[in-house]
T-cell receptor
Framework: GAVVSQHPSWVICKSGTSVKIECRSLDFQATTMFWYRQFPKQSLMLMATSNEGSKATYEQGVEKDKFLINHASLTLSTLTVTSAHPEDSSFYIC?????????????FGPGTRLTVL | QQPVQSPQAVILREGEDAVINCSSSKALYSVHWYRQKHGEAPVFLMILLKGGEQKGHDKISASFNEKKQQSSLYLTASQLSYSGTYFCGTERYQGAQKLVFGQGTRLTINP
């Protein structure tokens, strides 16, 4: 099956620092990856759509300069939270679309819990 | 634009059945169902395409009523492992790429 990994699983950092989260599709090539943020007991909120080799498409209200997304290859996308602040603390989840499937199913990574002190 | 799920929460005893609905005010191309356990990422359950699809796996099935723009997820003879929050994600048209998720339905199965 389609497997997506994320690294790290959790990270605690000080306010003002930058944090990078990696998302990898392990057994398939993902031309499109998605980044979500989820606050406790809330739904998945799409932050941006990441296409390999091109600039990410950000959802309304998401700061492009704060959440840097790089989709360097067909199996790797990274999210960098720059100058993190406590309000950025959240569960960040990536998903990858398996283009082999005609239905374009999205498979989610295990998520990264970010805590900013 | 966010689909509406109902109910918001449901508590069952093991072996009972549950139905979770997902409704949209806009025409849809597909509905994707996921289950998420606390602290974990959502796990894909199934996808339904417009055209009135119905499908199932084991004791979990789903349908998509294109006219009503509503999808229902059916959990039959629920097991403890079915506990979690269920999300529907909707795709407005083929190639839309992104999914818009409902607010979730929290399902608790008690012994």
């Amino acid at each position: 099956g389609a497997v997506v990994s994320q690294h790290p699983s959790w990270v605690i950092c000080k306010s003002g620092t930058s944090v990078k989260i990696e998302c990898r599709s392990l057994d398939f090539q993902a031309t499109t990856m998605f980044w979500y943020r989820q606050f406790p007991k809330q739904s998945l909120m799409l932050m941006a759509t990441s296409n390999e080799g091109s600039k990410a498409t950000y959802e309304q209200g998401v700061e492009k300069d704060k959440f840097l997304i790089n989709h360097a290859s067909l199996t790797l996308s990274t999210l960098t939270v720059t100058s993190a602040h406590p309000e950025d603390s959240s569960f960040y989840i990536c998903s990858a679309r398996d283009g082999r499937e005609s239905t374009d199913t999205q498979y989610f990574g295990p998520g990264t819990r970010l805590t900013v002190l | 634009q966010q689909p509406v799920q109902s109910p918001q929460a449901v508590i069952l005893r093991e072996g009972e059945d549950a139905v979770i609905n997902c409704s949209s005010s806009k025409a849809l191309y597909s509905v994707h169902w996921y289950r998420q356990k606390h602290g974990e990422a959502p796990v894909f359950l199934m996808i339904l395409l417009k055209g009135g699809e119905q499908k199932g796996h084991d004791k979990i099935s789903a349908s998509f009523n294109e006219k009503k723009q509503q999808s229902s997820l059916y959990l039959t003879a629920s097991q403890l492992s079915y506990s979690g929050t269920y999300f529907c994600g909707t795709e407005r048209y083929q190639g839309a790429q992104k999914l818009v998720f409902g607010q979730g339905t929290r399902l608790t199965i008690n012994p």
